[in-house]
């Protein structure tokens, strides 16, 4: 692709944005002063970027999506808060990322890889890891952690400072309300159906560690004991294993509890 960065006659971008080479900005699109835009990253039509935004390079935006937007929360004074996000990442219409609170990081972050479909929203202070996919109109609210290869299904709320580990699958039209283990799937109102076997083989796993995913969830949910007692159990049989101790750590690091 050419370097040259491409404007469409009727897109706004204000003096101080900054545009990577091969950068394309669409019909009626609007850039504000304070974004930075990473090469060969499109903006298709009707795409608002403002605020102190970062986008890395590859990502693509639909229109009427709207970056960097203003926190939805009525604590926010104007102070100065940021959104960074990675590389390669689709952005499908009308899907939204807030800008950080001063009262907790000023930040919004977006890894790499990840695929927001319609009315997808992050909102603000969230982290979101790599190779996630947010289907059609689902949310996540304030201060929510998303890891990696996440799938949160469409018409899904994750509540405020949830945290999702990898390798979740959350089914559609679902609410969590409490941390998510990795390897889990999740269903309606916050119903742990079970460890996401399905995915788990298809990002490769071992026989084995899929195994061990479905012991994770024995003893944790279906072991009629407290959870700290099903960890300790699982590290005493398993936590020499590093896939073990990501399920271990995360579990051990709620400051909310646990999805039970």
Request: with cysteine.
């Amino acid at each position: 692709m050419s370097a040259e960065v491409k404007i469409h006659p009727t897109a706004l971008v204000e003096a101080g944005a900054e545009l990577g080479a091969g950068v394309e900005i669409g019909p009626f699109c609007r850039v504000g002063a304070g974004v930075r835009v990473g090469d060969r990253t499109r903006l298709l039509s009707h795409a608002i970027l403002e605020g102190d935004t970062t986008l890395g390079v590859d990502n693509l935006v639909y229109p009427f999506s709207v970056l960097g937007g203003p926190p939805q929360d009525l604590s926010y004074k104007g102070e100065p808060t940021r959104v960074v996000i990675g590389d390669r990442n689709t952005f499908r219409e009308s899907s939204t990322v807030s800008r950080g609170t001063a009262k907790d990081r000023a930040l919004t972050t977006i890894g790499s890889d990840n695929y927001l479909m319609t009315g997808a929203h992050v909102a603000h202070d969230c982290i979101v890891g790599n190779r996630n996919t947010l289907v059609n109109q689902s949310a996540l609210a304030g201060h929510v952690e998303i890891g990696n290869f996440v799938v949160v299904g469409g018409l899904t709320a994750v509540i405020q400072r949830c945290r999702v580990g990898d390798h979740v699958f959350i089914g559609a039209t679902s609410v969590v309300r409490r941390d998510v283990p990795p390897f889990l799937s999740v269903k309606d109102f916050s119903e742990v159906a079970g460890p996401n076997l399905v995915g788990l083989k298809r990002a490769g796993y071992t026989e084995e560690e899929v195994r061990m995913a479905r012991e994770f969830f024995k003893i944790l949910y279906l072991g009629h004991q407290t959870t700290e007692k099903a960890i300790d159990e699982i590290e005493k049989l398993y936590g020499t294993s590093p896939f073990a101790r990501r399920f271990i750590d995360f579990v051990k690091g709620t400051k909310i509890g646990i999805q039970r």
